[in-house]
C-alpha cells in the first residue's frame, strides 16, 4: 500500500492550495481517509477525514476555511485550503486508517508566509 500525497508549497496569508493524496494497493473507497499535520517537534493533529460515504469531519481551527473530498474512482483524497494562516504551516500527511495498521503518505510541506 501506498499513499502519495502532493500539492503543498508556498503560499502568502489569505492564499489558497489544494492538496491531493492518492492511494495504490488497496481499496481506498472503502475506507476513511484522512488528513493530519505536524509542526517540527509536535504531536501530529488531525485536521479532517472523509468516510467511504462522504461524511466529513473538521478540526475547529480549519472549519470554514477547509474542505476534503474524495473521488473514489482515482482513489484519492482532496483537501482545498482557503483563507490560509501562518498558523497552517506545518508538514501535511494523508492516513488511512487501518488494522492492524494505519497506513500514511510522506508528508507535504505547506507554509503560509505572513
Given at each position: 500500500?501506498?499513499?502519495?500525497?502532493?500539492?503543498?508549497?508556498?503560499?502568502?496569508?489569505?492564499?489558497?492550495?489544494?492538496?491531493?493524496?492518492?492511494?495504490?494497493?488497496?481499496?481506498?473507497?472503502?475506507y476513511y481517509m484522512s488528513w493530519y499535520r505536524q509542526v517540527h517537534g509536535k504531536e501530529r493533529d488531525l485536521v479532517a477525514?472523509?468516510?467511504?460515504?462522504?461524511?466529513?469531519?473538521?478540526?475547529?481551527?480549519?472549519?470554514?476555511?477547509?474542505?476534503?473530498?474524495?473521488?473514489?474512482?482515482?482513489?484519492?483524497?482532496?483537501?482545498?485550503?482557503?483563507?490560509?494562516?501562518?498558523?497552517?504551516?506545518?508538514?501535511?500527511?494523508?492516513?488511512?486508517?487501518?488494522?492492524?495498521?494505519?497506513?500514511?503518505?510522506?508528508?507535504?510541506?505547506?507554509?503560509?508566509?505572513?
Amino acid at each position: 500500500v501506498q499513499l502519495q500525497a502532493s500539492g503543498g508549497g508556498l503560499v502568502q496569508a489569505g492564499g489558497s492550495l489544494r492538496l491531493s493524496c492518492t492511494a495504490s494497493g488497496i481499496m481506498s473507497s472503502l475506507y476513511y481517509m484522512s488528513w493530519y499535520r505536524q509542526v517540527h517537534g509536535k504531536e501530529r493533529d488531525l485536521v479532517a477525514t472523509i468516510s467511504s460515504g462522504g461524511s466529513t469531519n473538521y478540526a475547529d481551527s480549519v472549519k470554514g476555511r477547509f474542505t476534503i473530498s474524495r473521488d473514489n474512482a482515482k482513489s484519492t483524497v482532496y483537501l482545498q485550503m482557503n483563507s490560509l494562516k501562518p498558523e497552517d504551516t506545518a508538514v501535511y500527511y494523508c492516513k488511512i486508517p487501518s488494522r492492524p495498521w494505519d497506513y500514511w503518505g510522506q508528508g507535504t510541506q505547506v507554509t503560509v508566509s505572513s
